[in-house]
């Protein structure tokens, strides 16, 4: 006579095996999902570009406050709070910054990421990589 199933000690071996796998895998995951919620922040920061351009050919130069540009102060998906930072002459510096409450703030690598344009020159901060580019 044959028992049929398994026995406690392979149960035990294929949890463990699904364990290692899931400490493996999961960093990974949360990784590529984090990378994917950046592009929230990059498209409000292409907005204020845009909105900035807008502003600048009605006015002259740009704007120094988010609310003349039409933008509540966070990105659409709400992930980033927006900042805008005039500079001297013709720059600004518009920045998304992780809310603190949200999925992005364990973003170490990219919990702030900047657009700075001078005299119509865009420069992506901190990294490419930032940016998915």
Do not use: K
Not at 39 to 59: G, N, P, V
Not at 123 to 131: E, M, Q, S
């Amino acid at each position: 006579m044959r028992h049929r199933g398994f026995t406690l000690i392979e149960m035990a071996v294929a949890a463990a095996a699904v364990a290692v796998l899931l400490t493996i895998a999961l960093p990974t995951f949360q990784g590529r999902l984090a990378e994917g919620r950046r592009a929230d922040a990059t498209h409000a920061l292409e907005r204020i570009q845009i909105a900035q351009e807008r502003y600048r050919s009605a006015h002259g130069l740009y704007a120094s406050q988010l609310q003349p540009l039409g933008s509540s102060g966070n990105s659409p998906e709400g992930l980033y709070e927006m900042t805008l930072d005039t500079g001297p002459g013709e720059s600004y510096t518009a920045v998304a910054r992780a809310r603190a409450d949200g999925p992005q703030a364990n973003d170490t690598a990219c919990g702030e990421i900047t657009l700075r344009v001078d005299q119509g020159f865009a420069t992506l901060g901190p990294a490419p990589r930032c940016w998915n580019r």
